[in-house]
Every structure is written in C-alpha cells, then in structure tokens.
C-alpha cells in the first residue's frame, strides 16, 4: 500500500484516493477493535433478525398508534403463516410457537450489542477514524455523487467514498439508536419511567412498526454491504476485516 | 498477553465479581438467572428495576379504550369452572397463604367491598398485540396487608384455574396498579378476558397478567415451585 501520507499534511486534490487513515503499527485497514467489534455486530445481527423474524411470525400485523389486536384493522400485514390460530392469515396450518427463546435470545444479544456498540462509537470518535473516514466533506459528496451518477468506478482507495460514508452514518448513528429506541418503546415498565420514549414515536403499536421498518432498513444495508465486498474482491476485503492487513 | 490487556482483564473480572455481589445484595437477581440467557435476564431485570423505581404505567382517556379487544385462549376445561359459572362465579374464592400472618380465602363478595382501584391502561402481549382497557379491582397491596405478609417473603407466587403458574416480586405486587381485578370496562369480567379474577399487573407484559386467579402465596424463593421459565421470568420487557 503506497501513497501513504501523514494526517498533519494538507488533503490532495482528488479526495477518492486520500488515504487519511494510516496507524503507527504499518498498513491497517482496519483496527484491531474495529475487526473485534465487527464480527461481534456480525453475529449479533444474525441472531437479532433470526429471532426478529420469529416474534413477527407469531403476530405478522402491524398497527400504528397505541393499540392494535387481531380484531381491530392493520396498517398492513405480511403475507406469511402465523404461530398463532387466531391471526388470520390466509394459510391453512400454525406454525410452531417459538417465541420464548426468540425473546431471550434477542433481548440478550440486544445487551451484547449495545455494550459492543458504545465501545465502537467511543473507539471512532477517539481514534479519529469518524472524522477521518465517517464525516465527508461537502465537495467530496459533489463530486462522488456525480461520479455515481455517471457509473465511474472512483479509484482503488484505503477509505470511503462520501455516499458509502453518509450510508455508515446513517446506520451507525440513525437505524442501530432508533432500533434500541423503540425496541426499549415497546417495555411497558420502561415507558412508566419514560413515558417519552413511546409517547414520542406516536405509540406502543407505532413503536413496533418503526422497529420493523428499521429492521427491514438494516437488512437491506446488509445485502447492500455483503454486495460491494464481492464487487471491492471478496477475499481481500474479508481478510482485511480479519487480520487488518489488505493481500496486496 | 500484553501488560495492559492483562490489567483490563483483571479489572474486567473484578467489575463483574463486584457488579454480582451487588446485585444479589439489592436482590437484583432473577430466578431464571442460570441458563444460556441468564445473563440477559439479569441485566435486563437489574436495569429495569433501578431505573423504574415506583413509576406508574402510563393511563389513557376513556376515548381511548379499545373497541374490540382481543380475548386470547379458551376458559379453564376444569368441570368446576363451568359449575362456578352457573352460578354467577358467585362461589369463586382466592386462596392467600404462604408466608402470610393469617392465610385465608377470599369470597367474591368481600373482594368487591375493599377498597377499589380503577385504571385505564394498555395490556401488552408479548406476541406485539395490545388493547386499552379500564379494569378495577383491589391494589395486590391491599390483600397483602389484610393477609400480613411476613419480611421475609421476596415473591408472590399466583395460580390460575387454568393451572397456569406466575410469580412477581414484592415490588411488583405491592405496585398501587398491581390489581386483583374483578371488573374491565364497567362490568364483570367476560370469561375471555379472565374472568371473574384476574391479576392486573400493567407494568409486566400479558403472561403475568393472569386470568381465573385462585390462589396467591407468598415466598422466599421460587426454588420449589414447578415455575415455567419458557418466556422469561421478569416480562418488563
């Protein structure tokens, strides 16, 4: 990896190759704490939306506002069966109840994550990889933008470009809070303490929705982060999450 | 292993050895502790606990009480549930004993004459469906003090005559919203929602909210109680 420069000196012209992020120890990609946390958000994903999928098996509607059952009408329903006989879904069978460990698994990996998210947010404010890598710059987001549009591959660079930066931000500091949000929306002993909590996102049952549409949002930001590794090289870009160290 | 590493660690295992001592000073524990999501029931049971304190589960207008609201589950198959319904559940009685000063069982009729406690709150099912609904009944509070729970007992162990066991802790049952409720909207409550008792715990999700309640005792530890830890003990969440 060449082309290195020190932070203190002034950003070259074209900011798709800047290489801002160059640690003492030879050249990371990623940092050791960045590596330990991503797979630790990685498994912790998985068995939120594994567990996720279950508690919306057992009642597949979605209200908005404070109450919404069975008998009352859904903002919308996905069209799958239920592990419960009185949804009606249209399917002629229940599926089986598995919604006591699928609450403990995700309550639980939900702690693990918080704890491992607040360690990671901490981590990029204080080592400089937010400001560095996370927070474009106004120019920059012109001008990636423009190349987006016009299909240009920016060039081969150790950081970000500035949409996949503003994507990162948005996941990091927008979907992972408005899930923790409303999922602790949803604790009717928390909401006694914190009435806020609920009565901010319109109610209980809104608070459940939200929590599925940035779940779905999240989701998509998987498949779109699994896509451009396979686009970037698969093998490289794995190898650097693991070892930090890029095969050049 | 590094110097530092090996500092964090030490100082990592000692936090948790102290943050465990704590906890079960302040009885901060739950039952369901041991197991693979042990550790998220105590975390989440210990949060909670300190940082709701005596806090009121949110009440709603009359407006907003729900129309339809849905009933879950069929009335108990004991013959001798259909045999009190004939008869206007008149006969049903609540058993309270354990580590009470004097147990005893009270009638329908004695329940109703104590004091009353009305609220309009939100019955949260753990599946992700709830109603509003009005349900007035005696503060837990209240019978706990006629009956005389003795200091040393940490739960209040109920029973419903669907043989359906539950149990929160002291904080819970003597919460001024804890209820044995014996009316919902201005009536009885209709056999679908639990009728004739049911107990009202509006900060804890549907399955602590047991309906067809019979008997309530009071004890030191759920160790010998054929408890059903399948969804976690604590259902704050």
């Keep these: ?248 | 292993m590094s110097k530092t590493s090996r500092r964090n660690l030490i100082a990592g295992a000692a936090g948790v050895a102290g943050a465990t001592l704590l906890a079960k000073q302040y009885d901060l524990i739950p039952p369901d502790a041991a197991g693979i999501y042990g550790c998220g029931h105590t975390l989440t049971y210990a949060a909670q606990r300190l940082l709701i304190g005596s806090a009121n589960a949110r009440e709603f207008k009359p407006s907003q009480i729900t129309k339809v609201p849905h009933q879950k589950g069929s009335p108990p198959k004991a013959p001798e549930y259909r045999q009190l319904q004939a008869n206007g559940f008149k006969e049903w009685t609540l058993q309270v004993d354990g580590l009470v000063a004097s147990p005893a069982a009270f009638s329908m009729d004695q329940l109703k004459n104590y004091p009353k406690s009305t609220q309009i709150t939100q019955l949260i099912c753990e599946e992700g469906w709830s109603y509003i609904a009005e349900w007035s009944g005696v503060p837990l509070a209240h019978i706990l003090e006629v009956a005389g729970a003795q200091p040393n007992a940490k739960y209040v162990v109920y029973y419903s005559m669907d043989k359906r066991i539950e149990a929160i802790d002291m904080d819970e049952a003597r919460h001024p919203q804890t209820l044995v409720a014996h009316c919902m909207n201005g009536g009885d409550i209709p056999v679908g929602h639990g009728g004739p008792l049911r107990l009202r715990a509006p900060r804890q999700l549907g399955y602590k909210n047991r309906k067809f309640l019979t008997r309530i005792t009071l004890a030191e530890s759920l160790d010998n109680f054929p408890m059903n830890y399948k969804y976690s003990w604590y259902a704050g969440i």
């Design chain 1, 1 to 248: 990896m060449a082309n290195t420069i020190s932070p203190d000196e002034p950003r070259p012209a074209n900011p798709l190759c800047y290489h801002p992020e160059v640690p003492s120890s030879a050249n990371l990609r990623h940092t050791k704490l960045i590596r330990v946390t991503h797979w630790i958000t990685a498994l912790c994903f998985l068995a939120l939306l594994i567990s996720g999928i279950e508690l919306v098996i057992s009642h597949p509607r979605f209200y908005w506002g404070e109450d919404g059952n069975s008998m009352t009408p859904a903002l919308f329903q996905i069209p799958i069966p239920a592990s419960r006989p009185y949804v009606k879904t249209g399917y002629n069978y229940v599926l089986p109840d598995q919604n006591g460990w699928s609450r403990s698994l995700h309550f639980q990996t939900a702690w693990f994550l918080v704890f491992t998210g607040l360690l990671y947010a901490a981590h990029i404010v204080r080592s400089g990889h937010l400001k560095q890598n996370l927070l474009p710059a106004k120019a920059d987001l012109a001008q990636s933008i423009t190349q987006h549009f016009r299909f240009q591959r920016p060039e081969e660079a150790n950081t970000y470009n500035p949409l996949q930066r503003l994507t990162y931000l948005a996941v990091i500091f927008g979907l992972f809070p408005l899930m923790i949000w409303t999922g602790l929306a949803m604790s009717p002993s928390l909401t006694a303490a914190y009435p806020f909590l609920v009565d901010a996102v319109g109610g209980q049952q809104s608070a459940r929705t939200i929590h599925f549409f940035a779940s779905v949002s999240l989701t998509l930001f998987l498949f779109a982060h699994i896509l451009m590794i396979f686009l970037a090289g698969f093998k490289p870009r794995v190898q650097a999450m693991i070892t930090g160290q890029e095969q050049s």
